[in-house]
């Protein structure tokens, strides 16, 4: 185990250097540059601004020094913020991101996995049915419809909450709901498919048989093994709860750093834009990384490879 | 056929191969809600695909036709779904939106499904070492924020359609190579490629020939569950204001416009959303009907 976790660890570091690569390049080769959307400066402040910031240096030259900064955690200067780098404007966005995302995930992992559950064991009932159909439409109503409809329901027609900002506890409750909807719904329908391909197990009519109760089966015998595709499904979905939230922190007005990381692309904030994306890499490899042992540590067969 | 030169008994025995197809079509047509999908998905293409007509002769406006002085009017005998602040018809622009996002939906499934089944055929077929350092890739690639990736490309190089379709069909054709290498891999070993080496057949043919053909199941089913999927991914794209320009309006533009204005003229934003996830449902239900129809594994039970 501590094999496998430690030759992971080793491969994320090659995938890191490929991604902050492309990025760089893609960056650099693309039309526009950061100072070209500001209102007309003229030759000589360009051209000081750019010799300030090592812009002027030939390019490979410039990817080298970068990889160095990269390379002792220093993500360089924002162009944008000039007062600020780019680390501190990633600490200062991403608690607000990661508390998104985690009450996000709580939504769609308790309404998921209770919808999954109930439906397993009471297929083709009306208990099967209607959390799924409740899922088909979580899972048809993308991110900005639900959004506008949920902030027009509860802020602006019932007055429960505001219908934007980011300041007390009820402001978490739309945009937590409005992001954890999709994910409810894919949990709900794996969760759903992988119980009841193991309900339909042999082990299990052996535990029917012996006289073990529905809950017993369910939650000591069953669990196990049924979630094992909501498991594999949670490292990307964690990602995808990080940089899904671009929509919902538009949507909410919340200081998050998918806001940042979109303008900052806008912009052409080149560190900014480097910072975010191996940012946001670390934490998709982190979360596959846990996916994958949940993985192996829950299914036996899996332990042995 | 190779089959029958090797076994002759059996291929006697067993039916004409179109059974499993006529088969999977009567389980589909079992299935309520995975026709019901078929047909909405069948009703929306027409209309969306026959829109310059409709335009001219049904709706009589075209989807860029402005009228401010008219500005945004809630539905009418004369705009069927209503207008937008410039006047321009709702039913005409969501005709028109419709074409574009199941253009992308559909175009750039393909470029994914192109991708994706070479690919994974080529690592399965191939095995060892190439298989290995294929896949490895494949890993590696999953590892990577695609979304941020696509956003990146929208940003730098322009809001290109065709560069829509390459970028969504470059991130979307991961999943297909590791469907398609599986199946290649338990295929491989039958009797029928067996059979069709031993006759002195080359590995090309082989595959494309006597091994594609068994995966088209898999690949249909999966190429149904990604248009919804890359739809709902364009329709991303445009709310950042990434995808198609205006003019032109896709669902995600027109759903975007309308979450703004969802207080003052609430059916700017009703009609795309109810239309998009119309479309997706009806996608999905398909998709789910066409495994259970087509996939051996399911069909057990």
Redesign the interface.
């Known amino acids: 185990m501590l094999r496998f976790i430690a030759r992971r660890v080793l491969e994320t570091i090659p995938v890191l250097f490929i991604i902050a690569t492309v990025t760089f390049f893609m960056m650099r080769l693309a039309p526009g540059g950061p100072f070209d959307t500001d209102k007309q400066v003229s030759k000589e402040v360009r051209a000081h601004m750019e010799a300030h910031y090592g812009l002027d240096k030939p390019l490979f030259e410039q990817y080298l020094l970068q990889m160095k900064h990269l390379l002792q955690g220093d993500l360089g200067p924002s162009f944008k913020y000039p007062s600020r780098t780019v680390n501190e404007i990633i600490a200062d966005a991403f608690p607000v991101s990661l508390e998104l995302g985690v009450e996000s995930l709580a939504v769609a992992l308790v309404l998921g996995l209770l919808a999954g559950m109930i439906a397993s064991f009471r297929q083709n009932s009306a208990w099967d049915h209607i959390p799924m159909a409740l899922a088909m439409i979580g899972l048809c109503v993308p991110t900005f419809v639900m959004g506008p409809l949920l902030i027009s329901a509860f802020a602006l027609h019932l007055d429960w909450f505001d219908a934007a900002g980011w300041f007390l506890p009820r402001d978490r409750v739309l945009p937590a709901l409005t992001l954890g909807a999709f994910y409810a719904a894919y949990v709900a329908r794996l969760a759903r498919g992988g119980l009841l391909e193991i309900l339909n197990q042999d082990f299990i009519r052996t535990a029917r048989a012996k006289g073990a109760g529905g809950a017993r089966i369910l939650l000591k015998h069953a669990l196990r093994g049924g979630l094992l595709p909501v498991v594999s499904f949670l490292g990307p979905a964690a990602a995808g709860l990080l940089t899904g939230s671009f929509v919902v922190e538009t949507i909410f007005g919340i200081p998050g750093l998918g806001r940042y990381f979109v303008t900052a692309a806008f912009n052409r904030d080149y560190f900014m834009v480097m910072g975010a994306v191996l940012f946001y890499a670390v934490f998709v490899i982190v979360f596959n990384l846990l996916a994958d042992i949940a993985l192996v540590w829950m299914n036996p067969r899996l332990r042995f490879e | 056929m190779p089959e029958t030169t090797l076994q002759p008994v059996e291929a006697i025995e067993t039916e004409p191969s179109s059974s499993f197809w006529m088969d999977a079509w009567h389980r589909l047509w079992k299935n309520k809600l995975a026709v019901f999908g078929l047909a909405i998905v069948a009703i929306l293409s027409a209309l969306c695909f026959s829109e310059p007509f409709l335009c001219r002769h049904v709706i009589g406006f075209t989807y860029e036709q402005q009228n401010l002085v008219l500005g945004p009017a809630p539905p009418s005998r004369l705009h069927w779904l209503g207008t937008d602040p410039l006047g321009r018809d709702l039913l005409a622009r969501l005709l028109y939106g419709g074409r574009i996002s199941l253009m992308v939906g559909i175009l750039a499934t393909a470029v994914s499904l192109t991708i994706g089944v070479l690919y994974g055929a080529i690592a399965g077929f191939a095995g060892g070492k190439l298989d290995m350092v294929l896949m490895r890739c494949v890993d590696?690639l999953?590892?990577?924020?695609f979304?941020?990736?696509v956003?990146?490309?929208m940003?730098?190089?322009?809001q290109n359609i065709i560069l829509l379709f390459v970028a969504i069909g470059a991130v979307e054709w991961l999943t297909m190579a590791r469907i398609v290498r599986g199946q290649v891999m338990s295929l491989k070993h039958q009797e029928f490629v067996e059979a069709a080496r031993a006759l002195g057949l080359r590995r090309r043919r082989i595959l494309l020939r006597h091994i594609l053909p068994n995966l088209l199941g898999p690949i249909i089913v999966y190429a149904t569950l990604t248009v919804?999927e890359v739809m709902?991914l364009e329709?991303?794209l445009s709310?950042?204001g990434l995808g198609v320009q205006p003019p032109q309006s896709s669902w995600g533009v027109l759903?975007?416009e309308g979450?703004e204005m969802?207080?003052e003229y609430p059916w700017l934003?009703i009609y795309p959303?109810v239309a998009?996830?119309l479309t997706?449902?009806a996608l999905?239900?398909l998709g789910d009907g066409l495994r259970d129809a087509l996939d051996v594994r399911a069909s057990k039970?």
Do not use: C, Q, R, S
């Not at chain 2, 999953?142 to 924020?145: C, D, N, Q, R, S």
């Not at chain 2, 940003?155 to 322009?158: E, M, P, S, T």
């Open positions: 590696i999953y590892a990577l924020p979304t941020i990736f956003i990146l490309l940003v730098f190089f322009g919804p709902l329709a991303f709310f950042l759903i975007k979450a969802m207080e934003l959303a998009m996830a997706l449902f999905n239900f039970d």
